[in-house]
């Protein structure tokens, strides 16, 4: 999972704005082979208050500028209830979707996010917690993490946190 876009709850196309140095850090882990898998709940589909499609179009957008610096996200997979269910984080169960399309073991795979809901899913998958800074990350850092999901790796952004999985 990685965090990349500056807004919260984006609910077109035009509204995506990347975090600096997001897209070149997907795209090194890109050259280096690592598979990039975003999991995000969207509730605002649930809610109606944007349709599938928006959803899609947004995702595509996103696809489209990723392109635009080189990059790509393998996957990207959804929730969008807005009732509590496995598949919704905290639960894992997109997590484990994710590391079972690409064939990855949950104590190998580093789970990036930037809120507490983030770091409870990938405790529960298994996955290693990393938290970014950017996003809600300060917000989340100000309210508290849940103690049982120590350890928890913290960068500034999503840069930051990818140097530290790939040394140069």
Known sequence: ???INRSDNIKRPEQLVLIDGAAAAIGRLNRAGVAVA???NQPEVGRGAMTREELDAVHDAL?????????????ILTCTSIF??????PGPAMLREALAAHGAGPAETP???????DLQAAFHAGCRRVLVRTGLGEKTLAKGLPGY???VAVYADLAEAVQSLLPA
Request: charged fraction near 30%.
């Open 111 to 117: 789970f990036i996010g930037d809120q507490a809901d």
């Open 1 to 3: 999972m990685v965090v």
């Open 149 to 151: 999901v120590a350890p």
């Open 84 to 89: 509590k269910c496995p598949r919704r984080k």
């Open 63 to 75: 696809h489209a500028r990723l392109r635009e610096h080189g990059a790509f996200v393998d996957r």
């Open 38 to 40: 975003i999991c995000t």
